[in-house]
């Protein structure tokens, strides 16, 4: 066989190219990394290799207080690092028995939400970029500009917000909230709607999305997905219903579930569950309205935080999946062992799997679809 | 600038470092490496709102060999520090690195036994951006300030320079 | 009938020790057992815990230096780890591995817990159940150095291949020890 001496391949035997996809590529998210053996364009095997983003979250997590680790829950999932700070905060707050008052939970619900749509906006459009469909992504990046002009208003970060504190929130939503969301709503509507008038029917798009990686109910619950990409495999299970936690039990909203579990699914999940968002939001901005001007946004929480000796696990759902802290406390103020566990985590595992008998362009629709974000994976 | 004009034939009168200077400073080629959280705020930076390609940073380069500013956003951990030395020797000279953030600068939150603490002792840094994130105005002023060393950079001076000591060392 | 007795009922005698703290419930189960105690936990029709939502493991060193020290120092109801401290024979094994389950139809949650010895870190694996315990196990090899039995893969996930200690370990400092990686492309 000619043998190209300049561009030295590794041979298999059976005459297998082995590739290797990132950590830094042309088309790799972040810190990712895949080594796939491929025949021709087809991938007979594919290994991701994870680590390139472990910053030791979990042991410094033992070497800090509790209120001085939400700041670290920020930096997991930086898309939308609300959700993962409440998570956390609501881990500490069963471990120490708190209530929170029903204002501080509307709020939480409200900033969560929003955070689910900038993070669904950034997976789509970088679904999109990924794909060769340059113009949503300007799209949608505006409109999530405007939701992190929220944020910014709420406590002066665009993405790592250290949201709300153990036992409630810190603050009253912004008074331009009130302004702002009637038309915010509408926008976000808007964007949505453009951009589903760019790929729901473009040819193209359905041909890279549909039917690729198309992954099987049962397969998906074996490898621990959750989120998203499960629902999109045909399972209907959301922890916003299952478990249901702060008000979601008072809410009217569906949860989204598609059929194939391809790209395409995953992607229109995304798209309805904005659409969802945006009506809890307007729920609970109801419900909001309803309470007294001065309600208290803290429960009583002593200044130094020591749960008690004990240990428990609580779960939220995340834009991602299943967000879980398992904390165990020795009664002192810094946790004995935090461990995380992260939605990505579990879906990216099945990566191999999911690309098996794929082509190598279909490798980098797959991974924007299950929207990996590094500093969660590796935390 | 230190060009002269002179009105009829067309001439231009400058000096060639300076020619060269105004060159590289309007088209700086940004490599995009966000590792982390930083890497979101310099899309945001790059994207619609904030448009980076204002100031001649249009096109965004996704190999390094093509590239000519090295923005490296994010934490660099230690099992990364080879693969960003590859990649910093893979840039073609002129080369420059922006490092954006609390920790490309100097390991940020996470004094932990996985992160590097900062990239400066990896490789040479022309702009430091503090802040975690940095906000992508933070980005752009970099750029600037960066664009701004470019113009007072001695290029062929330096060259001579180095070709002297090469020879030097030759002998 | 209540979580704690059904899963009583259906595991017996292999139930080492329960705890339940702020409505989670936690079993322990002897080392050797786990495979069997998992299979049975999710084949079982009034359990059915069919998920597995994560595996990791937990280092105990400080957690027993502190409690020998203020043994007595304790706030009243909590009645978790009374076990422990009643028993005065030799330090309890030094690691844990914490499985936690999941039941989809019933929404129930429950905890399994297995003591591992410093000097016997061998443990079954259980990627034979589930297959989403391929990475938990290989990071809890990495972390903690935990040798699973059985996994197809057990490499190193989170730090390089070359890296010798197991940073999540209690004696191993925050910092760590200096180690650096390199890289030889020849
Ligand atoms: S400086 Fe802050 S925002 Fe930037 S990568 Fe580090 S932790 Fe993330």
Redesign the interface.
Known sequence: MDYDPVCQIDRDPDDLVTINIGPTHPAMHGTLRVIAKTDGETIVSAEPE??YL?R?V???GE?FTYHQFIPLTDRMNYCSAIASNVAYEMAVE??M?IKVPPKAQLVRTIMMELARIADHQVLVGILGVDLGALTPFFYLIIQREEIYDIFEWYNGARLTNTFGRIGGVNADLPDKFHEKWPTLRDTIRKANEETDALLTKNRIWLDRSVGVNAFSAEDA????FTGPCLRACGVK?DLRR??PYMFYDQFDFKIPVGKHGDVFDRYMIRMEEMEESVKIIDQAYAMYQEMPEDAPLMAKVPKIIKP??????H?IETPNG?L?F?I?S???DKP??I?I?PPC??VY??FGELVKGDMISDTIACLSSLNIIAGEL?R | MGFQAYQGEGWLLTKAEQLINWGRSRSPWPFPYGTACCGIELMAALASSYDMARFGAERVGFSPRQCDVLIEAGTIT??M??VLK?IYAQMAEPKWVIAVGACACTGGVF????TQQGIGSIIPVDVFVPGCPPRPEGILYALLKLLDKIQEDHPLYKKRQEVAEALEAGK | MSLKERVQRCLGDDVIAITE????L?IEVPKGNIVSVLTRLKEDETLGF?????L?G??NL??YA??KKKPK???AG?E??VEEEEDKGPPPPRFEV?Y?LQA?KT?E?L?VKIRVPEDDMEVDTITTI???A??PEREAFDMFGFKFRGHHNLR?????DEFEDH??RKD??????G?????S?D
């Not at chain 1, 008690?308 to 696990?313: A, D, H, L, Q, V």
């Not at chain 3, 180690?179 to 890289?183: D, V």
Request: net charge neutral; aromatic share 14%.
């Open positions: 994870i680590g472990h030791g979990e042991k410094l070497n069963k471990l028995g619950l074996n490898w621990g299970r299952d478990e008690p000796e004990g240990e428990c696990y779960a299943e879980g398992w165990r020795d009664g002192s004995y062992r461990k566990r985590y579990m595992q099945a590796d | 230690k099992k520090v080879p590859t004094r932990t036994y996985s | 703290y702020r409505g989670d936690g069919d998920f597995l939502t994560d990791f937990v280092d400080d957690y502190k409690k120092k304790k706030a909590e978790e780890l914490v936690l989809l929404n949650r905890q589930w297959k989403a391929d990475w190193r996930l989170l730090m390089w940073p999540l191993y400092p925050l910092e760590g020890k180690e650096e990686r390199h890289l492309y």
